[in-house]
């Protein structure tokens, strides 16, 4: 026969594999939850936000949400370092306030890659963000800049020896503990000379032959985003 205290350990038992099962699971299993950062998109020069539908369709595909990808939208014919530099910094916090993450990642195409970098470099980016990618950016200046360079401050800031390409250039290319990748491909009809994109410290990938707006929509291009993010 059962004695009184066996009786109500028999009855408790239930209770406690309940309260087990509802129980919060534990705070490191949050944490691995949301180990990765939110990506900013930064367009090129006379773009706009939808460019990105398609990369940002792979990283959605890959597992990202819609809540963890951003898409800054600009006017293109402003100043890298006087006005957009600035702008991208508000919209970065308004980010990681919105999210909560102590930093993000940008990802960024064309001219956007000068408007990114001058940020990390002298915008205190370095503080804010984890992973730099430049698809096609003219970081070195690029000679097709000279076309629209007499009426265009954003054109003048992408020319070769430019005040802007100068002092990105000056010093530590790839500073603080940022991780920055460059995508560039030799078939480039708008940055001249291909060379230009690469950056010393930076991992440095060549895509074969292909057209300047091509790298948008790259599947090959859109997995080596997506490695180099994870990383």
Excluded: I
């Amino acid at each position: 026969m059962l004695t009184a205290r066996q009786k109500l350990a028999a009855l408790l038992a239930p209770v406690a594999v309940l309260a087990a099962l509802l129980a919060p699971a534990p705070a490191h299993a949050a944490d691995q939850a949301v180990s990765r950062n939110p990506v900013v998109f930064v367009h090129g020069y006379n773009a706009d936000p939808g460019v990105w539908g398609p990369l940002r369709g792979r990283l959605e595909t890959a597992g990202y949400t819609d809540a963890e990808l951003f898409s800054w939208g600009y006017d293109t014919h402003q100043s890298v370092n006087e006005v957009l530099s600035g702008r991208l910094s508000s919209y970065v916090d308004q980010v990681r306030r919105q999210t909560g993450a102590a930093r993000v990642d940008l990802v960024s195409h064309s001219f956007g890659s000068l408007v990114t970098r001058w940020y990390a470099k002298f915008g205190g980016g370095t503080a804010t963000v984890g992973h730099w990618v430049s698809l096609a950016g003219p970081n070195h200046g690029t000679s097709t800049a000279w076309a629209c360079a007499l009426w265009d401050q954003a054109c003048r800031d992408m020319t070769p020896g430019s005040w802007v390409v100068g002092h990105l250039a000056e010093g530590d290319e790839t500073p603080g503990a940022v991780a920055y990748a460059t995508f560039w491909s030799n078939c480039d009809e708008v940055v001249n000379p291909d060379g230009s994109v690469p950056l010393a410290g930076a991992t440095n990938v060549g895509v074969g032959c292909l057209k300047h707006n091509d790298l948008l929509g790259d599947a090959a291009v859109a997995r080596g985003v997506q490695e180099f993010l994870a990383s």
